[in-house]
């Protein structure tokens, strides 16, 4: 069975505060704190796009892929749906393509 | 106290080689790069056997490139090292072929570049952490959402960035060594197929094989080996770092920033001295962002700097007179040795219809995977 995309999970250090996804047990980024001070969270899978663009695929086929800046404050690569935007508001969604984020007030 | 390249023995680079870069052929990489390594001889008047120490940068050969490549020049029994540091790797390669000259160790080394174009195989893939976005964020990708974000935050339009590619093809049309050799117009640019956003395939480097090569020396070697030091141009720093934690600004520029000014200060120089610049223009975005982060111009300035000529040969500083990876090409492992040979040839006087006017101080500046930065900061000969 697959991992379940939703919800979004992340790392949260215990001793700096730093979050960070995807889920990693090898220790923080930010201060290499590693065991049982860097803690498995969700995510609120709810972001601001800082940009956007639409991606052309061999064969013809484009998709639109944005850098989402998390609530929490990581920032991820993902597909969008086609009408999303800089600066729109968004929430991770699950489709049978993978994660998608969509248009949505938090 | 760590010492500073400018502590040590001074470095001198005295002779510069190439082989084309150009698209994938059947030429085995064996005559790819002892092309270069005899050109680079050559140039310096320096036989093999003189040579200490040999540092070859490649990145899809496999393990063990050197001796394969090397032994046909004759077998002499020096230290020869294979460095592999992604986009960077030549650069790597000329920076441990400095230190060791510089601290001592040898009095003349060599730094090669050699490349196949070949599947790659990233660590980062085996860490066994499954990113959000596999697959999906490909370079191509990765520097559109720069390019978007840069442009509407300056309220730029493409024919900003087309124009970083604009003077770059046409730089490497007078290169006999770039993989590009078109002249193109602004109009051919934008029309081309598009990638990414507003990235066209003329906005990206074309990666494919080729090979570079430089030697390096002492003072006392250029008076054992009679070389000229008229042609002989000063390495005065060597800066490498690698991607801290930025948030969301981009780790690329950022990194850049802090690397070349690292590479600046130890030179002893500003950035207003700086006569030429080859830079990491994989992207033809990274260029705007490079130079506004090295200090090159201020921020946000980089798009009307260009369009006014200040980065073109004959311009305040001219930006990758050798074409950039843009379009002199990016066969990975040679790139940053080739870069060291185009700002000696510019620092020498040398370089043809090319010919920086009055060139005194030179940057070569690559970003590798990871994020690695290195940069170089070379002088004329005096």
Redesign the interface.
Known sequence: MPTPLLP?RGIHCERCG?VA????H?GC??CGAHGADVADRPLTGEGTV???????RPGGETVR???V?LQE?P?????LAADVV?EDRVRATETDAG?LFVRGDH | MAVLLSDLRPVYVVGIGLHRFQRATDTSFVDLGLTAVRAALDDAGVPWPEVETAYTGSTRLGMAVSRPLLRHLGVTGIAMTQVENASASGSSAFRLAVRDVAAGFADVAMAIGVDKAAPGLRAETL???????EG??TP???F??????YL?SRGAGAEDMARVALKNHNNAADNPFAHRQQRRTLEEILAD??????LTRLECCPVGEGAAAVVVVSEEGMRRLGIDPARAVRVLSSAQQSEQ?Y??RSYDAELTGATTQQALTEAGVSVTDVDIVELHDAFAIEELQYLETMGICAEGAAPSCLRDGEFAIGGRVAVSPSGGLLAMGHPIGPTGVGQIAEITRQLRGEAGVRQQPDARLGLAHLVGLGAVCVVHVLAAPA
Do not use: K
Request: cysteine-free.
């Open positions: 979004l730093h996804t995807p889920v990693q090898f980024e930010s800082l940009g956007a663009v639409t991606v052309h892929i944005g850098s800046h404050g920032m991820v690569r993902a597909l800089a994660l | 860490t066994g952490i499954s990113p959000l976005d999906l964020t191509p990708v990765h559109a959402l720069l390019a978007e974000e509407r197929r598009p990638i990414a956003g507003a934690l948030g969301t």
